[in-house]
């Protein structure tokens, strides 16, 4: 059983940079597609980005594009969402996720996803 942790809760300003991390819980999930997904108070989640199993394929939405990058290191089975010029409207709860055999079709749903971590908060404001 893959078990996801987001790194810790995080304040910061506009224009600042954070990067999270997916810890695995001691399961390995270097076969799955690592998806990242947000969500803001009385929304719905969304996709962020996403990077299949061995990183050589990277979505993204359009909301972050050009300032999120995706990443994942298979050796220390970390995967990393690194995200730049954080805006107001970034504010949400984040989540990674994983899931085997997701088609480009399907990567941006929630329901492709098997194993999902708890979110962590990320809070933009000055």
């Known amino acids: 059983q893959v078990q996801l942790a987001e790194s810790g809760e995080r304040l910061v300003q506009p224009g600042d940079s954070l990067t999270l991390s997916c810890a695995s819980g001691?399961?390995?999930?270097?076969?799955?597609?690592i998806g990242w997904f947000r969500q803001a108070p009385g929304k719905e989640r969304t996709f962020v980005a996403a990077?299949?199993?061995?990183?050589?394929?990277?979505y993204y939405a359009d909301s972050v594009k050009g300032r999120f990058t995706v990443s994942r290191n298979n050796a220390e089975n970390t995967p990393y969402l690194q995200m730049n010029n954080l805006k107001p409207e970034d504010t949400a709860v984040y989540y990674c996720?994983?899931?085997?055999?997701?088609?480009?079709?399907?990567?941006?749903?929630?329901?492709?996803?098997?194993?999902w971590g708890q979110g962590t908060q990320v809070t933009v404001s000055s």
């Open positions: 001691g399961g390995r999930y270097t076969r799955n597609t």
């Open positions: 990077i299949s199993w061995n990183g050589g394929i990277t």
């Open positions: 996720a994983a899931g085997v055999s997701i088609s480009r079709v399907a990567v941006k749903r929630t329901s492709a996803y098997h194993y």
